[in-house]
Nanobody
Framework: QVQLVESGGGLVQAGGSLRLSCAASRSIFSINVLSWHRQAPGKQRELVAS???????NYADSVKDRFTISRDNTKNTVYLQMNSLKPEDTAVYYCTASMTMTTTWGPGTQVTVSS
């Protein structure tokens, strides 16, 4: 099993940037897919970005060209660089680790973008 802890959330003005970090309790080298999801108030949780063990990336249309996901296997950490933030990016952001049989979620970090 792996435990995940997100950090880096906060309050930022529209157009600003934040970098979220997700620290894992063990090596992430063999984890198939690491992802960031988000859930805004009153909305369903949605996939924001994912990265495979081979480095392939996938993004939601709403964040393409603004967000970048990366992983540092030496630090057991996955990142989400968020640029040109918009008020509609306000949500709780969750990190997930997907392995063969299980998906583990972190507790989440709040991102608030003011207009």
């Amino acid at each position: 099993q792996v435990q995940l802890v997100e950090s880096g959330g906060g309050l930022v003005q529209a157009g600003g940037s934040l970098r979220l970090s997700c620290a894992a309790s063990r090596s992430i080298f063999s984890i198939n897919v690491l992802s960031w999801h988000r859930q805004a108030p009153g909305k369903q949780r949605e996939l924001v970005a994912s990265i495979t063990s081979g480095g392939s990336r996938n993004y939601a249309d709403s964040v393409k060209d603004r967000f970048t996901i990366s992983r540092d296997n030496t630090k057991n950490t996955v990142y989400l660089q968020m640029n040109s933030l918009k008020p509609e990016d306000t949500a709780v952001y969750y990190c997930t680790a997907s392995m063969t049989m299980t998906t583990t979620w972190g507790p989440g970090t709040q991102v608030t973008v003011s207009s």
